[in-house]
């Protein structure tokens, strides 16, 4: 019986104890939480910090690199961009008749064939 009885007065005090650990190890759990909140939290503002450095001097490798280029790559003179544009424009008028031809849709473009043998004729003349 003495047994019972000690049993049932350390029953509690195990319950006791149980319950007392329990709590400590709640308080433990929020504390490494909050822990790892703020661990996280400052975490995410030094790589927005790091994204925020890294887009900056990714403006500046551009800006020097632009720099560069220009320093190493002048712009031409007004009359070769005048030419140049005179150029394209002659080519992208052109396009529609070798398009086809090109494409092996169509034959030789007449006009442009015509225009050659005009050269051709010219190369004669100056010939004899």
């Not at 350390?10 to 790892?36: A, C, N, T, W, Y």
């Not at 007004?78 to 008749?97: D, F, M, N």
């Amino acid at each position: 019986m003495t047994s019972l009885f000690t049993q049932e007065i350390r029953l509690p005090k195990r319950h006791e104890e149980i319950v007392s650990q329990r709590l400590k190890s709640l308080q433990q759990m929020k504390s490494k939480s909050g822990d790892q909140n703020k661990a996280k939290a400052s975490q995410i503002q030094a790589a927005e910090a790091a994204f925020k450095r890294n887009l900056s001097l990714l403006k500046d490798i551009e800006g020097a690199e632009k720099f560069l280029q220009a320093r190493l790559h002048p712009f031409p003179p007004p009359e070769v961009v005048s030419l140049e544009t005179l150029y394209w424009a002659s080519v992208e008028e052109c396009i529609p008749k070798w398009e086809q031809f090109l494409l092996g849709r169509a034959s030789y473009p007449i006009g442009v064939e015509n225009q050659n043998e005009a050269e051709n004729e010219e190369e004669v003349k100056a010939q004899q």
